[in-house]
């Protein structure tokens, strides 16, 4: 998973970018974090929480009450996690998916194609 180092902390003050220049150092910590929440089926709550800030549907504004649109941020260890489980999940159940399921799966359209 890639992140974008040009986003803000989310809510552990964790930057992206201190994930990405001390890679060397953190990297075998984070996996065994990471690997002790798969073995004892632990998500930590302080990965879940999310801070939710209001964020213009469009630039600028045109009301407050129509123009906002809810962004949640989340801290980005536990999106690194969730991604690496729901890989797992959807190469599990990817076999058991009807054929004509396209929506949310890489590789197939939801978007259907006239000739």
């Known amino acids: 998973m890639r992140t974008d180092l040009s986003k803000s902390p989310e809510p552990d003050g964790l930057s992206n970018c201190i994930l990405r220049d001390f890679v060397p150092l953190l990297s075998q910590p984070i996996y065994a974090v990471f690997n002790a929440c798969l073995r004892e089926g632990f998500f930590p709550e302080c990965w879940k929480s999310a801070e939710v800030i209001p964020a213009p549907k469009v630039n600028p504004s045109r009301s407050f009450q129509d ?32 054929k004509y399921q396209f929506g949310a799966i890489k590789g197939r359209s939801s978007l259907l194609l006239t000739s």
């Open 67 to 98: 123009g906002l649109r809810p962004v949640s941020l989340i801290p980005t260890l536990g999106k690194i996690l969730e991604s690496i489980i729901g890989g797992w999940m959807l190469e599990i159940l990817q076999p058991s998916f009807d």
